[in-house]
Structures are given as structure tokens and as C-alpha cells.
């Protein structure tokens, strides 16, 4: 099953993606025939872009990724499916560049090989493996409270600094919330097995959409407090490594130590430094038009993302 995990994580990861470029799209198409100052909110725009085909088609996508989470996460860990989904980024350059018809630059692409290639050196040394299906009644407890307090912690030692510290303070907290919900996710299609009466009534799809929400409020204020280049890290090695940690307390999940461990670390630095490298390119940043202005988080080019840990 491991080559179909794989398959749909990464179809997850190119949905989410694709849903953000042609999102991006419509939004910048919006702003060019706006006749406003273009700085509205997001509620106000809503209703125009709801009339655009491009928007629609990137709902439409957001709403298949989740779908491809959930079957990944139904049928692999968590520790290898959260990992799998900071392919996002590589297929956001890609997808991006196709779209807007925007070469990157020899940077970009150093970035793109430092990231695919720290995240294939990552899962190949960790060798993730699976546990349970659903996690034991008392395991949320303990691996719930544990999410609970770091990211209180992260929060309040966010709130008295400002610019790229607050920003990667507040990106670590929302990506242990994105971790969190991926991890609820697969609670909720474990259950499936026994119909969808015991899914639905089971707590875990409606704790799904609770940690969802806290995630994306988390990300806007990350996005708000300072520049991608630092919460983009945060946030992609917060989601695959918090998962990794919530795999192994929650499902008995397991990956590779002893002299594994070097490979492994090697792999999450060149998964941060090319996090880093494709934050600033501007297909991942929403910055293809460059003779527009950039986005603001609450503007419309800033549409939210599925919740894609």
C-alpha cells in the first residue's frame, strides 16, 4: 500500500497547488479590473470572484486535495504522508510557472533540487512505517494536551516580538495545528471501516474542522507578522516533524534511528534551506505580477489554503 500512500499524497499536495495558482489567477485578473483601490477585504471580493471559471476550478481542487488526504491517510502513516505533502511547494513552482508562463530563476531551481532532494533523502533514511489505524482512548489525551501546550507556549512567546521572529513563532504553532489536523483526520477515516454511522458519530471529524480553523488563523497571523522566508520553514518542518512525533505517539507509528539519524538530519536541513530558497520565489510567495502590488494576508490574492498538513 505504500506506493498508493505515496501516489496520493502527491496527487494531494499537485491538487493543493494547482488550487493555489489558479486562485492566485483569478485573484490578480480581479484586481486588474477593479476599478477600486483594491485593498477591500476578502468577504467583499468573494461574491466577483465567485463568477470567475479559473477561482471556481481552484475551489473545486482545494476540496480533491482534501480528498486524496484523507485516502493517503486511510491507507499510510502519518509520518509519511505529512512529509510527502511539502511537495506543495515544488508543485506550486511548476504549476505556477506553467500558468503565468514565468521562467524561475537558477536559485529557484537550486532551491526546488534542495528541497525534493532533502525530503526523498528525509523518507528514505526514516523508512516510516505504519501502526493502528486509530489511535487508543487515552493516547488524544497525552497527544492532544501536548499540541495544546506548545502552542499556547508558541503564542504567547510570539505576542512581545515582532517581524520574522513573530513570524516563524506563529508559523511553528500553526503547522503543529496542521499536523494535529491531519492526525484527526486519519482518527476519522480509521473509523470508516466500520460504516459511516461510526465516523460520524465519533468526535474526531468535528475536532478535524476545530483544529483546521485555529491552523489557518494561526497562518494568517504568521503571514501578517513578517515575510514567507520565515514562516515557510517553520511551517513545513513544523507540519512533517510534528506528524512524525504525533505518528509515533498516537498510532504506533515508527521511523529509523541509530546511525539513520545523520542522513535524517542532513535531509531536514536541505528541506529547510529549500523551503527557504522557494519562499522567496515568487510563484510560491503569490508574487507573478510583479508590476502589481504584493498581496496583503487579508486581501484576495491571499485567498486561504485547504488545510493542506
Known sequence: MTAVTVLLALLAALANASASVLQRR????ETETDQGDGQESILRRIPQLLRRRVWLAGAALLLLSSLFQAGALATGSLSLVQPLLAAELL????????VF????????????VALAGG?????????????????????????????LGAVVLLWLAARPVRGASRAALLGLASA????????LLKEAVGRLEHGPAAMLGHW???????AGLVAFVLLQGALA????????????????????VLGWALFAETIQLGPRML????????IGAGSIGLARAPSVGGQWDEDGPAPSPGSAAALPRAPRR
Open 26 to 29: 483569478a485573484a490578480v485578473e
Open 91 to 98: 508543485f506550486t513552482l511548476a504549476v505556477g510557472s506553467i
Open 101 to 112: 508562463r514565468r521562467r524561475p530563476d537558477v536559485r529557484t531551481w537550486l532551491a526546488f
Open 119 to 147: 525530503l526523498a533523502l528525509f523518507l528514505l533514511a526514516a523508512a516510516p512505517t505504519a501502526g493502528r489505524d486509530t489511535a487508543r482512548p487515552g493516547a488524544w489525551l497525552l497527544g492532544g494536551g501536548g499540541v
Open 176 to 183: 503543529l495545528c496542521f499536523a494535529t489536523t491531519a492526525a
Open 204 to 210: 474526531s471529524p468535528y475536532a478535524t474542522g476545530a
Open 225 to 244: 507578522a513578517g515575510p514567507l522566508t520565515a514562516s515557510q520553514p517553520a511551517l513545513t518542518l513544523g507540519d512533517a516533524l510534528g506528524s512524525v
Open 263 to 270: 542522513p535524517e538530519a542532513v535531509g531536514v536541513a536541505l
